[in-house]
DNA sequence: TATGCGTGGTT
DNA sequence: TAACCAAGCAT
């Protein structure tokens, strides 16, 4: 163990730290929800849908109770929907395996699905159930620049990261020593420009210089793709939306049907019997995720009487407060057409500023 | 083991 | 704009 690290990090942890994140709970549950929501998604993005969450849900009998449908309801626009449908499988093994007591073995809880190695050593350490070392992206960051380790991303690389960051991370104190390097990963050796100059590591023979060059990855491959959008609205201010299929990009969440091709898109107009003639509007969006670049036009349509169509009468959710979870490209899709086409909606909008 | 998975943000 | 990153995991 290398105390003058750990002894460093800790002593800047005392003024520096950030010491009241909505998730500084002792409840695992509660912390186990935090770090799920902030696998691979910033700390200002989760602390409103964390705050949602455990006051819809403050505990575990009440999430054991809740549908997949309402927790991808309260997840929605969060993006990784896997991690809720994890959640969700979690709490069902938690309430039938551990009488719904969150595990304290280190083993169970690294078992459940959607929790790793970082992940379960996070919720143990904060818990107070183990000492762990972690590897998140800023531990990984400060551990290369410390170390001079190259950026290539191998096993071997992730071996020598996660040695080297069970050699720092002290067996005292280990809860706040892996929040401290979190937040200086976060606040101090930044992606960009990091401030060394107040970094708690700056006398300790940092190898730091400039980021070692990084090894030409391979250009990363994004599509560029054609979607093409119906959001088809009945005379009751209602939507017509359709659960995603398993196997597509937003599995199980809610959308106006969406299609790959002009073609297959009317063909589908054609076999639920809506007339083209009945189209009311059409705009763009621009969606990008991970590896997609996709352009997305959108179709409004608009039904005075749906009895006429092959539309299922289940299908349909009022506009306003549509009470299922949707992908952000739909939620804007709405917001485009409500802003055009509701006054109230444009009144409100403008109050709120 | 390289890739898919969402969204918001920076450079 | 395009590339890259953010409290990673599963396959």
């Not at 989760?46 to 505990?59: A, E, L, S, W």
Request: aromatic share 12%; hydrophobic share 35%; glycine share 4%.
């Amino acid at each position: 163990m290398s105390t003058e690290f750990s002894e460093s990090i800790l002593r800047w942890y005392e003024t520096n730290g950030r010491k009241k994140l909505p998730w500084k709970v002792k409840d695992p549950y509660k912390i186990w929800i935090s770090e799920i929501m902030l696998q691979q998604t910033q700390v200002a993005t989760v602390i409103p849908y964390y705050n949602k969450f455990v006051d819809t849900y403050p505990d575990l009998q009440s999430l054991s109770k809740a549908s997949l449908d309402e927790l991808i309801l309260i997840w929605s626009g969060l993006g990784y929907y896997r991690r809720i449908k994890n959640i969700f499988l979690a709490a069902q093994i938690i309430s039938k395996k551990y009488n719904n007591k969150f595990p304290k073995d280190y083993q169970a809880i690294l078992s459940l699905p959607g929790i790793g190695r970082t992940t379960a050593s996070a919720i143990s350490t904060f818990s107070g159930y183990s000492h762990r070392a972690i590897l998140d992206g800023n531990v990984k960051r400060i551990l290369r620049r410390y170390y001079n380790i190259s950026y290539e991303n191998n096993s071997k690389t992730e071996k020598i990261l996660w040695e080297k960051s069970t050699h720092v991370t002290p067996l005292k104190k280990t809860s706040q020593f892996i929040q401290a390097m979190m937040d200086i990963g976060s606040l101090v050796c930044t992606r960009s420009k990091p401030n060394c100059r107040i970094c708690p590591l700056r006398e300790l023979n940092c190898l730091y210089t400039e980021d070692v060059q990084k090894i030409s990855r391979s250009k990363k491959n994004v599509k560029k793709i054609n979607m093409y959008l119906l959001t088809v609205i009945n005379s009751l201010d209602e939507v017509y939306l359709e659960k995603i299929e398993s196997g597509m990009l937003w599995e199980n969440l809610y959308s106006g049907p969406f299609f790959y091709s002009a073609i297959k898109m009317n063909s589908w107009l054609k076999k639920m019997k809506i007339s083209t003639a009945k189209i009311k509007n059409k705009f763009e969006i621009k969606h990008r995720v991970t590896n997609k670049d996709i352009k997305i036009t959108n179709y409004v349509y608009f039904l005075k009487n749906n009895k006429n169509v092959s539309l299922s009468t289940e299908n349909w959710y009022n506009l306003a407060k549509i009470n299922v979870g949707i992908p952000k490209y739909f939620d804007k899709a709405i917001k485009v057409y409500r802003s055009e086409y509701e006054k109230d909606y444009v009144q409100k909008i403008e109050k709120r500023g």
